[in-house]
């Protein structure tokens, strides 16, 4: 099945996926971890376990840095 | 994909619990463990009174994690009398970063009618994050300067308002990272230090005849992503920008290592805490006893084993200067 997956503050990447795929392989698609981005349906967080069941999605990531060193 | 807890449409899965939660149940979720976090590590003292309140000051940076922690730590606290809540921002000079991640600061503490002050480097210590980028005098990465600045603001605005506690954003993501760090540092007095400074419960840790304010951070069983989806359901002001500057690659390294773990062993960052505080306890355990700093800065009056702190070093190194400098 072929999804549209914008990564908010990324780029677009239009991927080729099999039937079967849920939002998880979205986001291994795109080379994010499940742990540091969520996949959105309509501006709603969707269950990476889900199956894909819409041709166009956003994923939110997390940002980067910021953590105060040594995080005593 | 239905909720396990009502049947609506879930919008999560916590591969660490199994569970499948709508978004009013998952922000449900992420309140309690919060509050249970603040009941678990007695955050709020007992001595704690409406005629003597404690007073709380969070550092709030603008991004998702110090505005959820502000946002959640105002419904908790805000009809409670015992409790004084303090948002403090800093703004480092970091151009085009800092100005828009305080609009979202400032947006917040007006939505919540929280105290809110705002302290700049440039005013405290005469030097911009950009600037000391650029310069670079001790061949570090900006992070480690930022880190030492922004930890002193934070200390000594704490002193000013008086500040029981300063609680601070961290994540489950954040203290994981931490934990394997010192772990894989072998630095076992980094450890005890972490649990006396800010892991430990306020009954288990030794503060009493620490010089300073001893730390808390609420978030710490959240994960962050979960924090990130928190403050997207509840539609809260967070700025969503990495600064330029960060850059600390080993810790980018632990996380990458912790998403792999995570990924193919859900719940290896709850274990991983679970173990690293009960070594930290045992590690302060073992370390206590005069090894805090037990002088005086000659220049600030901070506390620090040396004639003048680090942060003082840094502040000359960098060519900036303190409010008192003339």
């Known amino acids: ?72 | 994909m239905q909720c396990d807890k009502c049947g609506a449409e879930a919008v999560m899965h916590a591969a660490y619990s199994g569970l499948h939660l709508c978004s009013e149940h998952f922000r449900r979720s992420v309140e309690s463990r919060v509050r249970r976090r603040i009941r678990d590590d007695a955050l709020l003292s007992e001595a704690a009174t409406a005629d003597d309140p404690e007073t709380w000051l969070v550092g709030l940076s603008g991004g998702k994690d110090s505005v959820v922690l502000t946002h959640l730590l105002e419904g908790t606290f805000a009809s409670d009398p015992r409790v004084e809540l303090v948002a403090l921002t800093v703004h480092e000079g970091i151009d085009g970063y800092r100005d828009a991640s305080l609009e979202a600061c400032l947006e917040l503490t007006d939505d919540l009618d929280i105290e809110h002050e705002v302290v700049s480097y440039a005013d405290e210590y005469g030097v911009e994050m950009d600037a000391v980028a650029e310069d670079d005098p001790e061949g570090m990465a900006p992070c480690a300067y930022c880190g030492v600045f922004r930890r002193d603001a934070l200390s000594r605005y704490a002193d000013e308002y008086g500040a029981d506690k300063l609680l601070t954003g961290h994540n489950l993501d954040d203290e994981a990272q931490t934990a394997m760090m010192n772990l894989l540092s072998g630095d076992i007095a980094q450890v005890a230090k972490h649990f006396d400074a800010s892991l430990g419960s306020f009954e288990e840790r030794e503060v009493d005849d620490s010089p300073f304010v001893p730390r808390a951070k609420p978030l710490r069983d959240i994960p962050e992503k979960e924090v990130a989806l928190y403050a997207h359901l509840a539609d809260l002001p967070v700025h969503m920008a990495e600064c330029p500057h960060a850059s600390e690659a080993y810790r980018g390294e632990i996380q990458e290592l912790l998403y792999g773990l995570e990924d193919d062993h859900p719940g290896t960052r709850h274990s991983i805490m679970s173990g690293y505080e009960e070594l930290a306890r045992l590690a302060a355990e073992a370390h206590r006893g005069g090894e805090g700093p037990r002088g005086e800065c000659d220049r600030c009056g901070a506390p620090t084993n040396n004639e003048v702190c680090r942060k003082c070093d840094l502040v000359d190194a960098v060519g900036g200067e303190l409010p008192g400098d003339d």
């Open chain 1, 1 to 72: 099945m072929d999804v549209t997956c914008e990564v908010l503050g990324g780029g677009t990447h239009e991927l080729e996926l099999d039937a079967d795929a849920t939002y998880g392989d979205v986001l291994e698609a795109v080379g994010l971890s499940t742990q540091e981005a969520s996949v959105l349906v309509g501006d709603s967080p969707v269950p990476e376990d889900r199956r894909i069941e819409v041709d166009s999605v956003q994923v939110l990531r997390l940002i980067k840095g910021g953590a105060t060193p040594g995080g005593t």
